[in-house]
């Protein structure tokens, strides 16, 4: 199994960006798949997760209304589309994949390797 996370970069307070996960080596339709970050210093935290049909989503209180979490069962790609980037925002975003929705990590079967998102004031 492998998840490839890209579209991580710098960007300016206020600015977007879109993060993608394409996935390989798993049945993609059949998995909940989350996306997580990890600042410097700081403990992995839950950002958003959607259910293996897409029909539901649940986003972070930090970033509900900023962050939509969406999935291309087709394409085997999860996305996360941030708007209105805040430094706190900062971190590396990892994308995972499990057979339950769940906001805590463990509860998670795969990972990908991260994408640095970094925001500037």
């Known amino acids: 199994v492998q998840l490839q996370a890209s579209g991580g970069g710098l960007v300016q307070a206020g600015g977007s960006l879109r993060l993608s996960c394409a996935a390989s080596g798993l049945t993609f339709s059949s998995y909940v798949m989350a996306w997580f970050r990890q600042a410097p210093g700081k403990e992995r935290e839950f950002v958003a997760v959607?259910?293996?049909?897409?029909?539901?989503?649940i986003h972070a209180d930090s970033v509900k209304g900023r962050f939509t979490i969406s999935r291309d069962n087709a394409k085997n790609t999860v996305f996360l589309q941030m708007n209105d980037l805040k430094p706190d925002d900062t971190a590396v975003y990892y994308c995972a994949a499990g057979s339950r929705v769940a906001l805590r990590g463990p509860s998670y079967d795969y990972w990908g390797q991260g994408t640095q998102v970094t925001v500037s004031s």
């Open positions: 959607i259910t293996a049909s897409g029909a539901g989503t």
